[in-house]
C-alpha cells in the first residue's frame, strides 16, 4: 500500500468520525429541544401548602433565656399540575421565632406525589432548653404578655419533577407557614389534654422552587 492509499483510508475515518460526532450532536439537540418544549407547554405549577393546624404541649422560656418547645403540626402539600408527578426526595421541617430557629429538624419520609395528589404530614418538632439571644427572650415574653405569638414553620427539602417517563434534576424547596400561637384571654385553641392546647390554623404558606 502506497503513502498515497494510507493518506486517503485516514481522511475517510476523519470524515466518518466527523459524521459520527455531528450525528450525535444533533441527536442531543433534538432531545433537549423536545424536552424544553414539553415542559414550557405544560408549565409545572409549585406545590401548595397549608398548615392545617399546630398541637403545643411546650412552650416556656426559662433562665438563662433558654426556651422549651414541643409542637405538632398537620401540614398538607397539594400537586395542582394535571400532567406532573412531585418526587419529595427530602423535606425537614422546623421552627423559627423571630429568625432564630427554636428546635431541631424533623425529617419527612421521602415519597411521591401525583398528579392533584394531597398529601399530609403530621411531625413533632421540639427543642429542649435551646438557648436564645436576650433579645429574643424578652420579646417572646412581651408576645406571650400580649396574647399572640408568631411562630415560623418552615421546611426545607428537595424535589424532582415528572414528566412522562422524564424526570427532572434537583430543585430546592423552601416552604414558611406563618403559626399565630394565643395566649390568655385571646387564647384561642382547644385543650387536648396533658398541658397541650391545639390551634386551628388553616394558614396558606408561600412556597419557593
Known sequence: MTSKDCGHHQKRRHRLFRRICAGFLIFNFILLLTILLVWAILQPTKP???LQDATVSAFNISSPNLLT???????????PNDKIGVYYDSLVVYAIYRNQQITLRTQIPPTYQGHKDVNVWSPNIYGNAVPVSPYNAESL???????????LIKIDGRVRWKVGTFISGKYHLYVKCPAYITFGTRSNGISVGNNAVKYQLVQQCSVSV
Open 141 to 151: 415574653s412581651q408576645d406571650q404578655s400580649s396574647g399572640t405569638v408568631l411562630v
Open 69 to 79: 418547645s414541643w409542637f405538632q403540626v398537620t401540614l398538607s402539600s397539594r400537586n
Open 48 to 50: 401548595k401548602f397549608i
